[in-house]
Protein backbone atom coordinates (compact mmCIF):
# COMPACT_ATOMS: atom_id res chain seq x y z
CA UNK A 1 0.00 0.00 0.00
CA UNK A 2 1.01 3.68 -0.53
CA UNK A 3 2.71 5.07 2.33
CA UNK A 4 1.84 8.65 3.53
CA UNK A 5 2.91 10.86 6.68
CA UNK A 6 1.56 13.83 7.76
CA UNK A 7 3.29 17.02 9.13
CA UNK A 8 0.86 19.11 11.79
CA UNK A 9 2.04 22.15 13.34
CA UNK A 10 2.37 23.25 17.09
CA UNK A 11 0.68 26.67 15.99
CA UNK A 12 -0.24 28.25 12.50
CA UNK A 13 2.73 29.74 10.79
CA UNK A 14 5.50 27.05 11.64
CA UNK A 15 6.32 26.43 8.37
CA UNK A 16 4.73 23.36 7.18
CA UNK A 17 4.01 24.09 4.32
CA UNK A 18 8.06 24.69 3.50
CA UNK A 19 9.15 21.43 5.88
CA UNK A 20 6.26 19.71 3.27
CA UNK A 21 7.94 20.67 0.07
CA UNK A 22 11.05 20.19 1.06
CA UNK A 23 10.40 16.22 2.32
CA UNK A 24 8.59 16.44 -0.94
CA UNK A 25 11.62 17.15 -3.03
CA UNK A 26 13.92 14.96 -0.80
CA UNK A 27 11.96 12.28 -1.17
CA UNK A 28 11.78 13.12 -5.18
CA UNK A 29 15.37 12.99 -5.23
CA UNK A 30 15.50 9.07 -3.73
CA UNK A 31 13.72 8.16 -6.39
CA UNK A 32 10.15 7.84 -5.21
CA UNK A 33 7.26 8.92 -6.52
CA UNK A 34 6.06 11.36 -4.25
CA UNK A 35 3.04 14.41 -3.78
CA UNK A 36 1.64 16.45 -1.22
CA UNK A 37 -1.93 16.71 0.22
CA UNK A 38 -3.78 19.44 2.22
CA UNK A 39 -7.34 17.99 3.25
CA UNK A 40 -8.16 21.75 3.70
CA UNK A 41 -6.56 24.87 3.14
CA UNK A 42 -7.49 28.87 4.27
CA UNK A 43 -6.09 31.05 1.78
CA UNK A 44 -6.63 33.88 -0.74
CA UNK A 45 -3.69 32.57 -2.39
CA UNK A 46 -4.73 30.45 -5.19
CA UNK A 47 -3.28 28.35 -8.11
CA UNK A 48 -5.24 26.27 -11.55
CA UNK A 49 -4.77 23.11 -11.71
CA UNK A 50 -3.72 20.97 -14.79
CA UNK A 51 -7.37 19.68 -14.41
CA UNK A 52 -9.35 23.22 -14.37
CA UNK A 53 -9.54 23.87 -10.85
CA UNK A 54 -8.07 25.40 -8.24
CA UNK A 55 -6.40 24.68 -5.21
CA UNK A 56 -3.97 26.67 -2.58
CA UNK A 57 -0.53 27.48 -3.99
CA UNK A 58 1.75 26.26 -1.38
CA UNK A 59 0.51 22.84 -2.73
CA UNK A 60 1.03 24.20 -6.24
CA UNK A 61 4.86 24.79 -5.12
CA UNK A 62 4.65 21.37 -3.27
CA UNK A 63 3.44 19.79 -6.83
CA UNK A 64 6.52 21.37 -8.15
CA UNK A 65 9.00 20.09 -5.75
CA UNK A 66 7.48 16.61 -6.54
CA UNK A 67 8.19 16.76 -10.40
CA UNK A 68 4.48 16.89 -10.38
CA UNK A 69 1.35 19.22 -12.49
CA UNK A 70 -1.32 20.40 -9.63
CA UNK A 71 -4.33 18.31 -9.44
CA UNK A 72 -7.23 19.53 -7.78
CA UNK A 73 -7.01 16.04 -5.18
CA UNK A 74 -3.84 17.76 -3.79
CA UNK A 75 -5.86 20.24 -1.93
CA UNK A 76 -9.92 19.15 -2.12
CA UNK A 77 -10.95 21.56 0.82
CA UNK A 78 -9.76 25.04 0.40
CA UNK A 79 -11.83 28.40 2.11
CA UNK A 80 -11.43 31.48 0.37
CA UNK A 81 -12.09 34.13 2.88
CA UNK A 82 -14.62 36.80 1.64
CA UNK A 83 -15.52 39.16 4.80
CA UNK A 84 -13.76 38.75 7.91
CA UNK A 85 -17.07 36.14 8.68
CA UNK A 86 -17.43 34.22 5.25
CA UNK A 87 -15.37 32.62 3.36
CA UNK A 88 -15.86 30.75 -0.46
CA UNK A 89 -15.77 27.22 -0.11
CA UNK A 90 -13.80 25.36 -3.23
CA UNK A 91 -14.48 21.57 -3.03
CA UNK A 92 -12.60 19.72 -5.49
CA UNK A 93 -11.43 22.32 -7.15
CA UNK A 94 -14.61 24.10 -7.95
CA UNK A 95 -16.92 26.75 -5.88
CA UNK A 96 -19.73 24.70 -3.47
CA UNK A 97 -20.85 27.71 -1.84
CA UNK A 98 -20.11 30.72 0.73
CA UNK A 99 -20.75 30.19 4.47
CA UNK A 100 -19.94 32.39 7.41
CA UNK A 101 -17.70 30.98 9.80
CA UNK A 102 -19.81 29.91 12.55
CA UNK A 103 -22.10 27.95 9.84
CA UNK A 104 -18.52 25.54 8.36
CA UNK A 105 -18.73 23.60 11.21
CA UNK A 106 -22.18 22.25 9.85
CA UNK A 107 -21.07 22.28 6.71
CA UNK A 108 -17.52 19.71 7.49
CA UNK A 109 -19.20 16.33 8.23
CA UNK A 110 -20.50 16.75 4.44
CA UNK A 111 -16.41 16.96 3.71
CA UNK A 112 -15.13 14.25 4.93
CA UNK A 113 -16.34 12.35 1.70
CA UNK A 114 -14.34 14.50 -0.79
CA UNK A 115 -11.40 14.56 1.16
CA UNK A 116 -11.16 11.17 1.44
CA UNK A 117 -11.49 10.27 -1.96
CA UNK A 118 -9.18 12.97 -2.99
CA UNK A 119 -6.39 11.07 -0.46
CA UNK A 120 -6.87 7.71 -1.99
CA UNK A 121 -7.17 8.45 -5.53
CA UNK A 122 -3.47 10.03 -4.86
CA UNK A 123 -2.55 6.73 -2.85
CA UNK A 124 -3.48 4.68 -5.43
CA UNK A 125 -1.29 6.79 -7.65
CA UNK A 126 1.86 7.33 -5.78
CA UNK A 127 4.51 5.77 -3.51
CA UNK A 128 4.11 8.33 -1.10
CA UNK A 129 1.64 11.03 -0.22
CA UNK A 130 2.87 13.98 2.13
CA UNK A 131 0.68 15.49 4.04
CA UNK A 132 0.12 19.22 5.54
CA UNK A 133 -2.04 19.59 8.49
CA UNK A 134 -3.94 23.64 8.92
CA UNK A 135 -3.66 25.63 12.02
CA UNK A 136 -2.81 22.88 15.34
CA UNK A 137 -4.36 20.23 16.36
CA UNK A 138 -4.39 21.86 20.04
CA UNK A 139 -7.65 23.80 19.05
CA UNK A 140 -9.55 20.84 20.50
CA UNK A 141 -12.17 23.13 20.10
CA UNK A 142 -12.53 22.47 16.69
CA UNK A 143 -11.46 18.87 16.82
CA UNK A 144 -15.53 17.86 16.36
CA UNK A 145 -15.89 17.07 12.43
CA UNK A 146 -12.53 18.33 11.91
CA UNK A 147 -11.18 17.43 8.37
CA UNK A 148 -7.97 18.89 8.66
CA UNK A 149 -5.76 17.88 11.38
CA UNK A 150 -6.23 14.48 13.71
CA UNK A 151 -9.54 14.13 12.18
CA UNK A 152 -8.60 13.02 8.88
CA UNK A 153 -5.32 11.57 10.25
CA UNK A 154 -7.51 9.54 12.44
CA UNK A 155 -10.33 8.85 9.35
CA UNK A 156 -7.00 7.90 6.94
CA UNK A 157 -4.68 6.03 9.61
CA UNK A 158 -2.09 8.44 8.93
CA UNK A 159 0.92 9.05 11.22
CA UNK A 160 1.85 12.59 12.22
CA UNK A 161 4.79 14.59 13.18
CA UNK A 162 4.52 17.75 14.95
CA UNK A 163 6.48 21.16 14.09
CA UNK A 164 6.84 23.67 15.97
CA UNK A 165 8.20 27.33 15.74
CA UNK A 166 11.09 28.15 17.84
CA UNK A 167 11.34 31.83 16.35
CA UNK A 168 7.93 32.76 18.17
CA UNK A 169 9.58 31.46 21.32
CA UNK A 170 8.00 28.85 24.26
CA UNK A 171 8.13 26.09 21.92
CA UNK A 172 8.45 23.84 24.92
CA UNK A 173 5.05 24.78 25.98
CA UNK A 174 3.93 24.37 22.06
CA UNK A 175 4.62 20.83 22.54
CA UNK A 176 3.90 19.45 26.08
CA UNK A 177 0.93 21.96 25.66
CA UNK A 178 -0.17 20.53 22.44
CA UNK A 179 0.04 16.85 24.42
CA UNK A 180 -1.31 17.78 27.23
CA UNK A 181 -4.39 19.02 25.31
CA UNK A 182 -4.94 16.06 22.74
CA UNK A 183 -7.05 12.60 23.80
CA UNK A 184 -5.26 9.71 23.91
CA UNK A 185 -6.86 8.13 20.64
CA UNK A 186 -5.26 11.58 19.14
CA UNK A 187 -2.00 11.67 20.70
CA UNK A 188 -1.30 8.03 20.03
CA UNK A 189 -0.93 9.09 16.12
CA UNK A 190 1.49 11.32 16.56
CA UNK A 191 4.92 9.53 16.02
CA UNK A 192 7.55 12.32 16.73
CA UNK A 193 8.30 16.01 16.35
CA UNK A 194 10.66 18.49 15.25
CA UNK A 195 11.46 22.24 15.50
CA UNK A 196 11.79 24.57 12.92
CA UNK A 197 12.93 27.84 12.28
CA UNK A 198 16.30 28.13 15.02
CA UNK A 199 18.19 31.20 14.87
CA UNK A 200 22.15 31.08 16.01
CA UNK A 201 23.86 28.25 17.67
CA UNK A 202 21.39 24.85 17.80
CA UNK A 203 23.55 23.70 20.67
CA UNK A 204 22.31 26.09 22.97
CA UNK A 205 18.96 23.90 22.60
CA UNK A 206 20.22 20.66 23.75
CA UNK A 207 18.57 20.63 26.68
CA UNK A 208 14.96 22.18 25.95
CA UNK A 209 15.05 19.56 23.24
CA UNK A 210 15.80 16.57 25.57
CA UNK A 211 12.96 18.09 28.14
CA UNK A 212 10.44 17.81 24.97
CA UNK A 213 11.19 14.63 24.51
CA UNK A 214 11.49 13.41 28.13
CA UNK A 215 7.84 15.19 28.64
CA UNK A 216 6.19 14.14 25.31
CA UNK A 217 7.99 10.96 25.59
CA UNK A 218 8.46 11.48 21.40
CA UNK A 219 11.15 10.84 19.36
CA UNK A 220 12.95 13.74 17.92
CA UNK A 221 13.49 14.07 14.42
CA UNK A 222 16.22 17.31 14.57
CA UNK A 223 16.15 20.96 14.41
CA UNK A 224 15.87 22.64 11.19
CA UNK A 225 18.08 26.33 11.59
CA UNK A 226 16.43 29.03 10.03
CA UNK A 227 16.20 28.88 5.42
CA UNK A 228 16.83 32.10 4.54
CA UNK A 229 16.66 30.90 0.71
CA UNK A 230 12.92 30.42 1.11
CA UNK A 231 12.48 34.13 0.43
CA UNK A 232 13.18 33.46 -3.09
CA UNK A 233 9.89 30.83 -3.23
CA UNK A 234 6.73 31.64 -3.97
CA UNK A 235 5.21 33.75 -0.91
CA UNK A 236 2.25 31.67 1.31
CA UNK A 237 1.61 34.80 3.09
CA UNK A 238 1.08 38.39 2.27
CA UNK A 239 2.43 39.39 5.70
CA UNK A 240 6.18 37.84 4.21
CA UNK A 241 6.23 40.26 1.53
CA UNK A 242 8.57 43.05 1.42
CA UNK A 243 7.91 46.35 3.43
CA UNK A 244 9.44 49.83 4.14
CA UNK A 245 11.06 52.01 2.02
CA UNK A 246 12.55 52.08 -1.40
CA UNK A 247 16.47 51.21 -2.41
CA UNK A 248 17.90 51.71 -5.57
CA UNK A 249 15.87 50.99 -9.00
CA UNK A 250 12.59 50.99 -10.28
CA UNK A 251 10.54 51.75 -7.23
CA UNK A 252 7.39 49.88 -7.19
CA UNK A 253 4.52 49.84 -4.69
CA UNK A 254 1.64 47.57 -4.11
CA UNK A 255 -1.26 47.88 -2.04
CA UNK A 256 -1.69 45.58 0.57
CA UNK A 257 -5.75 44.64 -0.20
CA UNK A 258 -7.42 44.00 2.81
CA UNK A 259 -8.35 39.99 0.93
CA UNK A 260 -5.46 40.61 -1.30
CA UNK A 261 -5.67 37.58 -3.56
CA UNK A 262 -2.69 35.59 -6.10
CA UNK A 263 0.23 37.93 -4.28
CA UNK A 264 2.80 36.03 -5.65
CA UNK A 265 3.03 37.38 -8.77
CA UNK A 266 4.97 39.96 -7.56
CA UNK A 267 7.71 37.62 -5.95
CA UNK A 268 9.46 37.42 -9.25
CA UNK A 269 9.28 41.33 -9.88
CA UNK A 270 10.90 41.19 -6.27
CA UNK A 271 13.72 39.41 -6.93
CA UNK A 272 14.89 41.60 -9.64
CA UNK A 273 17.89 43.28 -8.86
CA UNK A 274 17.13 46.42 -10.85
CA UNK A 275 13.33 46.73 -8.77
CA UNK A 276 12.66 47.97 -5.41
CA UNK A 277 9.22 46.70 -4.32
CA UNK A 278 7.47 47.57 -1.63
CA UNK A 279 4.22 46.84 -0.22
CA UNK A 280 2.07 49.93 1.09
CA UNK A 281 -0.33 48.71 4.52
CA UNK A 282 -2.80 50.06 5.81
CA UNK A 283 -2.58 53.53 7.23
CA UNK A 284 0.81 54.20 4.90
CA UNK A 285 0.77 56.42 1.70
CA UNK A 286 1.70 55.71 -1.42
CA UNK A 287 5.22 56.79 -1.49
CA UNK A 288 5.45 60.15 -3.47
CA UNK A 289 8.67 58.69 -5.62
CA UNK A 290 7.05 55.59 -6.62
CA UNK A 291 7.58 55.00 -10.54
CA UNK A 292 4.81 51.96 -10.21
CA UNK A 293 1.96 51.46 -8.52
CA UNK A 294 0.44 47.53 -8.61
CA UNK A 295 -3.16 46.88 -7.51
CA UNK A 296 -2.98 43.17 -6.85
CA UNK A 297 -5.84 40.68 -7.10
CA UNK A 298 -8.82 40.67 -4.46
CA UNK A 299 -11.16 38.01 -3.39
CA UNK A 300 -13.88 41.18 -2.74
CA UNK A 301 -13.19 43.85 -4.85
CA UNK A 302 -15.99 45.80 -4.12
CA UNK A 303 -15.30 45.80 -0.74
CA UNK A 304 -11.44 46.51 -1.64
CA UNK A 305 -12.26 49.55 -2.97
CA UNK A 306 -14.04 50.72 -0.11
CA UNK A 307 -11.07 49.28 2.07
CA UNK A 308 -8.65 51.78 -0.53
CA UNK A 309 -10.68 54.68 -0.23
CA UNK A 310 -10.50 54.19 3.36
CA UNK A 311 -7.05 54.50 3.26
CA UNK A 312 -6.97 57.68 0.80
CA UNK A 313 -5.27 55.50 -1.65
CA UNK A 314 -8.04 56.83 -4.80
CA UNK A 315 -6.47 60.24 -3.66
CA UNK A 316 -2.63 59.17 -3.70
CA UNK A 317 -3.41 57.06 -6.82
CA UNK A 318 -4.87 59.87 -8.71
CA UNK A 319 -1.93 61.90 -7.76
CA UNK A 320 0.51 59.60 -8.78
CA UNK A 321 -1.17 59.18 -11.84
CA UNK A 322 -1.02 63.02 -12.29
CA UNK A 323 2.64 63.11 -11.59
CA UNK A 324 3.00 60.60 -15.20
CA UNK A 325 3.37 57.39 -12.94
CA UNK A 326 2.32 54.08 -14.49
CA UNK A 327 -0.36 51.89 -12.50
CA UNK A 328 -1.34 48.20 -13.30
CA UNK A 329 -4.08 46.49 -12.40
CA UNK A 330 -4.48 42.87 -11.97
CA UNK A 331 -7.53 40.93 -11.74
CA UNK A 332 -9.60 42.44 -8.76
CA UNK A 333 -6.86 45.24 -9.30
CA UNK A 334 -7.74 45.71 -12.87
CA UNK A 335 -11.60 45.72 -12.15
CA UNK A 336 -11.25 48.54 -9.23
CA UNK A 337 -9.65 50.91 -12.32
CA UNK A 338 -12.56 50.70 -14.06
CA UNK A 339 -15.75 53.06 -13.96
CA UNK A 340 -18.07 50.99 -12.04
CA UNK A 341 -18.18 47.79 -10.55
CA UNK A 342 -21.90 45.79 -10.51
CA UNK A 343 -22.95 43.26 -8.48
CA UNK A 344 -26.38 42.66 -9.44
CA UNK A 345 -26.74 39.15 -7.58
CA UNK A 346 -24.78 39.94 -4.96
CA UNK A 347 -21.93 37.29 -5.28
CA UNK A 348 -19.72 38.66 -3.46
CA UNK A 349 -21.55 40.64 -1.02
CA UNK A 350 -25.38 42.77 -0.62
CA UNK A 351 -26.49 43.62 -4.04
CA UNK A 352 -25.69 46.61 -6.03
CA UNK A 353 -22.92 49.17 -8.05
CA UNK A 354 -19.79 50.84 -6.54
CA UNK A 355 -17.88 53.73 -7.89
CA UNK A 356 -14.52 51.96 -9.43
CA UNK A 357 -11.21 54.21 -9.56
CA UNK A 358 -12.22 55.70 -13.13
CA UNK A 359 -8.72 55.44 -14.17
CA UNK A 360 -9.90 53.22 -17.45
CA UNK A 361 -12.60 53.29 -19.38
CA UNK A 362 -14.20 49.69 -18.57
CA UNK A 363 -16.78 48.85 -16.26
CA UNK A 364 -17.49 44.75 -15.00
CA UNK A 365 -20.49 43.12 -14.00
CA UNK A 366 -19.86 40.28 -11.53
CA UNK A 367 -21.81 36.90 -12.51
CA UNK A 368 -22.18 33.30 -10.73
CA UNK A 369 -19.64 31.61 -13.50
CA UNK A 370 -15.68 31.37 -12.46
CA UNK A 371 -12.66 31.70 -14.95
CA UNK A 372 -10.24 29.22 -13.91
CA UNK A 373 -8.02 28.95 -17.23
CA UNK A 374 -4.16 28.70 -17.91
CA UNK A 375 -3.67 30.86 -20.23
CA UNK A 376 -0.75 31.75 -23.12
CA UNK A 377 -1.09 35.64 -24.25
CA UNK A 378 1.65 37.96 -26.42
CA UNK A 379 2.14 41.36 -24.57
CA UNK A 380 0.89 43.94 -26.28
CA UNK A 381 2.78 46.82 -26.52
CA UNK A 382 6.35 44.53 -26.63
CA UNK A 383 5.09 41.79 -28.65
CA UNK A 384 6.36 39.04 -25.71
CA UNK A 385 5.22 35.78 -25.28
CA UNK A 386 3.12 35.28 -21.82
CA UNK A 387 2.06 32.67 -20.16
CA UNK A 388 -0.05 32.86 -17.23
CA UNK A 389 -3.81 31.69 -15.63
CA UNK A 390 -7.01 33.55 -15.40
CA UNK A 391 -9.06 33.04 -11.77
CA UNK A 392 -11.80 35.47 -11.58
CA UNK A 393 -15.02 36.12 -11.65
CA UNK A 394 -16.69 39.42 -13.89
CA UNK A 395 -16.74 40.44 -17.00
CA UNK A 396 -15.31 43.62 -17.95
CA UNK A 397 -15.57 45.90 -20.79
CA UNK A 398 -15.42 49.12 -22.26
CA UNK A 399 -13.95 51.59 -24.61
CA UNK A 400 -10.52 50.96 -23.50
CA UNK A 401 -10.50 47.01 -23.81
CA UNK A 402 -9.42 48.02 -27.34
CA UNK A 403 -6.08 48.47 -26.26
CA UNK A 404 -5.62 45.52 -24.78
CA UNK A 405 -3.16 44.85 -22.49
CA UNK A 406 -2.18 41.18 -24.44
CA UNK A 407 -3.77 39.32 -26.79
CA UNK A 408 -5.09 35.72 -26.46
CA UNK A 409 -5.85 33.62 -29.30
CA UNK A 410 -5.76 36.84 -31.53
CA UNK A 411 -8.36 38.88 -29.06
CA UNK A 412 -7.61 41.44 -26.66
CA UNK A 413 -7.15 40.91 -23.18
CA UNK A 414 -7.13 43.55 -20.43
CA UNK A 415 -7.33 47.05 -21.36
CA UNK A 416 -5.19 50.22 -22.20
CA UNK A 417 -5.56 54.23 -21.22
CA UNK A 418 -4.80 55.98 -23.81
CA UNK A 419 -1.50 57.44 -22.74
CA UNK A 420 -0.84 53.63 -22.13
CA UNK A 421 0.09 54.70 -18.06
CA UNK A 422 -3.14 52.70 -16.82
CA UNK A 423 -3.16 49.13 -17.29
CA UNK A 424 -5.42 46.03 -16.31
CA UNK A 425 -5.28 42.52 -16.69
CA UNK A 426 -6.98 39.21 -15.55
CA UNK A 427 -3.69 37.77 -16.40
CA UNK A 428 -1.68 35.76 -13.19
CA UNK A 429 1.44 34.83 -13.07
CA UNK A 430 2.48 36.98 -16.08
CA UNK A 431 6.20 37.94 -14.44
CA UNK A 432 7.25 34.40 -13.92
CA UNK A 433 7.77 34.19 -17.66
CA UNK A 434 11.37 35.31 -17.83
CA UNK A 435 11.01 36.88 -21.29
CA UNK A 436 8.32 38.88 -20.56
CA UNK A 437 9.15 40.25 -17.40
CA UNK A 438 12.48 41.28 -18.91
CA UNK A 439 10.57 43.24 -22.21
CA UNK A 440 8.04 44.73 -19.26
CA UNK A 441 11.19 46.34 -17.32
CA UNK A 442 12.99 47.04 -20.66
CA UNK A 443 10.15 49.34 -20.72
CA UNK A 444 11.20 51.61 -17.88
CA UNK A 445 14.95 51.45 -18.76
CA UNK A 446 15.50 48.90 -16.31
CA UNK A 447 17.84 45.51 -17.06
CA UNK A 448 16.33 42.66 -15.89
CA UNK A 449 18.65 40.09 -14.43
CA UNK A 450 20.08 37.05 -16.09
CA UNK A 451 18.64 34.27 -13.87
CA UNK A 452 15.67 32.49 -14.80
CA UNK A 453 12.96 32.77 -12.20
CA UNK A 454 11.61 29.14 -12.89
CA UNK A 455 15.91 27.99 -12.44
CA UNK A 456 15.58 29.72 -9.26
CA UNK A 457 12.81 28.06 -7.80
CA UNK A 458 13.57 24.57 -8.78
CA UNK A 459 17.53 25.25 -7.16
CA UNK A 460 16.41 26.73 -4.15
CA UNK A 461 13.92 23.81 -3.77
CA UNK A 462 16.79 20.95 -4.08
CA UNK A 463 18.34 23.40 -1.98
CA UNK A 464 15.60 23.55 1.20
CA UNK A 465 16.04 19.40 0.62
CA UNK A 466 19.66 19.49 1.31
CA UNK A 467 19.15 21.87 4.09
CA UNK A 468 16.82 19.34 5.36
CA UNK A 469 19.03 16.33 5.01
CA UNK A 470 21.81 18.20 7.10
CA UNK A 471 19.72 18.89 10.33
CA UNK A 472 17.07 16.58 10.05
CA UNK A 473 16.91 12.64 10.12
CA UNK A 474 14.72 12.45 6.78
CA UNK A 475 15.40 8.88 6.78
CA UNK A 476 13.57 8.23 10.18
CA UNK A 477 10.90 10.64 9.01
CA UNK A 478 10.45 9.20 5.67
CA UNK A 479 10.59 5.32 7.17
CA UNK A 480 7.54 6.64 9.63
CA UNK A 481 5.12 6.62 6.45
CA UNK A 482 2.88 3.71 6.27
Known sequence: MT???????????????????????????????????????MSNNAAVTVDGGEIGRAQALQALASGLEPVVDMNPVLLKPETDVGA???????????VKARDYAGLKPQLMAPVLESFNRLKSHHDLVIVEGAGSPAEVNLRAGDIANMGFAVSAGVP?????????????????????????????????FLINKFRGDVSLFDDGYRMIETRTGWCGFGVLPFFAEASKLPAEDALDLPRG????????????LSRIANFDDLDPLAQEPGVSLTMVRA???????????????SKSTRGDLAYLRAQGWDIDLLAHWRRGGHILGICGGYQMLGRMVHDPEGIEGSAGSTDGLGLLEVETVMTGDKSLTRVEAVHETTGAMMQGYEIHIGRTDGPDRARGFARVAGLPEGARSADGRVQGSYLHGMFAEDGFRRAFLDGFGVQAGTQSYGQVVEQTLDELAAHMERHLDVEGLLALAR
Open 88 to 98: QVVVQGKRLTT
Open 3 to 41: KALMIQGAGSNVGKSLLVAGLCRAARLRGLSVAPFKPQN
Open 283 to 297: GEVIPAETDLVIIPG
Open 245 to 256: GFGEGLKVACLA
Open 160 to 192: VVLAGDIDRGGVIAQMVGTQAVLDSGDEALIKG
